[in-house]
């Protein structure tokens, strides 16, 4: 008997993987492999989850009215114009949804998030990938590379995995340079880390300028909670109306939303991770720099990608067979065309110097 045919397109998707939480070792295992929150998740939100336990019979509020009310006081926004969803990656996938189908093009840069192309492909649509420069998007290649048939431009900034950013008069040009009835989104995921970098914006400006930007955000990263699944967008009015009619009625959790409500409320936490990443980060880098033979690249994340010798023995796949083994995950990003690199997430303190002594034994075999 023959099994039921999926819509093209559907078949040719590699499911995404995350970054593994487990290692073959008997050490301490340290996992930095997720770009997740260093100090655990907010205490605040933590606090709303335990509040919520009583009233888990209760389903959610659908509109998510309360988190958008608060997400529009702190950062100066339109309610109407909020749109929440489990994690910011849902909402990527119903901007595809909505606006591009069969045929149509979805276009992105050459390292940007694997979610992009697997979305396109799930509704039929061709993914296509512009040439970054110096692991950097390229507003030049975006444009060049715009077709009759390109519907949705996505821009991952700052991006994962490379930890790079283009300046807000980039972004700026990239939008004009793009017809008026293709949807720009900024993939803002980690706009909060941005802080001191004065040419940066997460996107809100245009999304206010005009008819076609999104600006999309999660809870994930800054506040630790991608556990918990919630991210949101800000979009003009009529893509808002388009996602709040495509998405699932209650697609946002009763715990989620209001751990969300509590931890914008969380700027003493959020300051602590900000500076904990700055001074981690910097420190890790110049670290791994002095090691010779390796490269730990510029990022304006919460992580950072080193770079390893293209050699038998010496490459990313033998470093991650190796810290793995001790207990210390890594990301490998080969399917971002990135194979001699890994990706490391900023942990703690004491996770980090643990890591940096790892890939000092690796390099010194």
């Given at each position: 008997?023959?099994?039921?045919?999926?819509?093209?397109?559907i078949?040719?998707?590699?499911?995404?993987?995350?970054?593994?939480?487990?290692?073959?070792?008997?050490?301490?295992?340290?996992?930095?492999?997720?770009?997740?929150?260093?100090?655990?998740?907010?205490p605040?939100?933590?606090?709303?989850?335990?509040?919520?336990a009583?009233?888990?019979?209760?389903?959610?509020?659908?509109?998510?009215?309360?988190?958008?009310?608060?997400?529009?006081?702190?950062?100066?926004?339109?309610?109407?114009?909020?749109?929440?969803?489990?994690?910011?990656?849902?909402?990527?996938?119903?901007?595809?949804?909505?606006?591009?189908?069969?045929?149509?093009?979805?276009?992105?840069?050459?390292?940007?998030?694997?979610?992009?192309?697997?979305?396109?492909?799930?509704?039929?649509?061709?993914?296509?990938?512009?040439?970054?420069?110096?692991?950097?998007?390229?507003?030049?290649?975006?444009?060049?590379?715009?077709?009759?048939?390109?519907?949705?431009?996505?821009?991952?900034?700052?991006?994962?995995?490379?930890g790079?950013?283009?300046?807000?008069?980039?972004?700026?040009?990239?939008?004009?340079?793009?017809?008026?009835?293709?949807?720009?989104?900024?993939?803002?995921?980690?706009?909060?880390?941005?802080?001191?970098?004065?040419?940066?914006?997460?996107?809100?400006?245009?999304?206010?300028?005009?008819?076609?930007?999104?600006?999309?955000?999660?809870?994930?990263?800054?506040?630790?909670?991608?556990?918990?699944?919630?991210?949101?967008?800000?979009?003009?009015?009529?893509?808002?109306?388009?996602?709040?009619?495509?998405?699932?009625?209650?697609?946002?959790?009763l715990?989620?939303q209001?751990?969300?409500?509590?931890?914008?409320?969380?700027d003493?936490?959020?300051?602590?991770?900000?500076?904990?990443?700055?001074?981690?980060?910097a420190?890790?880098?110049?670290?791994?720099?002095?090691?010779g033979?390796?490269?730990?690249?510029?990022?304006?994340?919460?992580f950072?990608?080193i770079?390893?010798?293209?050699?038998?023995?010496?490459?990313?796949?033998?470093?991650?067979?190796?810290?793995?083994?001790?207990?210390?995950?890594?990301?490998?990003?080969?399917?971002?065309?990135?194979?001699?690199?890994?990706r490391?997430?900023?942990?703690?303190?004491?996770?980090?110097?643990?890591?940096?002594?790892?890939?000092?034994?690796?390099?010194?075999?």
């Open positions: 008997m023959s099994a039921p045919t999926p819509r093209p397109g078949l040719e998707i590699s499911p995404y993987q995350g970054g593994k939480s487990s290692a073959n070792s008997t050490q301490r295992v340290i996992k930095l492999s997720s770009n997740e929150g260093a100090l655990g998740p907010s605040k939100a933590m606090e709303a989850l335990r509040n919520t009583s009233r888990l019979h209760r389903y959610p509020d659908g509109g998510c009215d309360l988190l958008r009310k608060k997400l529009a006081e702190k950062y100066d926004l339109e309610m109407d114009q909020l749109v929440c969803g489990a994690g910011s990656d849902e909402l990527l996938t119903l901007l595809i949804r909505a606006y591009a189908g069969p045929g149509d093009e979805v276009l992105y840069s050459q390292h940007g998030f694997l979610m992009y192309p697997i979305a396109a492909k799930g509704v039929g649509a061709v993914p296509v990938t512009a040439a970054e420069t110096n692991m950097t998007t390229s507003v030049d290649a975006m444009l060049a590379a715009v077709t009759e048939k390109t519907k949705i431009v996505f821009v991952a900034n700052p991006n994962n995995p490379t790079t950013y283009i300046t807000d008069g980039e972004m700026k040009r990239l939008r004009d340079g793009l017809r008026e009835d293709i949807v720009l989104v900024v993939d803002a995921a980690y706009a909060e880390f941005m802080t001191g970098q004065e040419d940066y914006s997460a996107g809100e400006e245009l999304v206010k300028a005009g008819n076609n930007t999104v600006m999309t955000r999660t809870f994930s990263k800054i506040y630790g909670l991608g556990g918990i699944r919630l991210g949101w967008c800000y979009a003009p009015v009529e893509i808002a109306d388009v996602l709040q009619r495509l998405r699932n009625p209650f697609n946002v959790p715990p989620t209001e751990a969300g409500v509590a931890a914008l409320d969380d003493d936490f959020v300051n602590d991770c900000v500076r904990h990443n700055a001074e981690t980060l420190w890790f880098r110049d670290e791994v720099n002095a090691i033979g390796l490269t730990a690249h510029p990022s304006y994340g919460n950072v990608m770079e390893f010798p293209a050699q038998d023995g010496k490459n990313a796949d033998a470093a991650n067979d190796f810290m793995m083994a001790r207990g210390v995950i890594p990301r490998k990003i080969g399917a971002y065309g990135l194979s001699q690199m890994l490391v997430s900023i942990g703690t303190k004491e996770e980090m110097e643990i890591c940096l002594q790892t890939i000092k034994d690796f390099v010194n075999l």
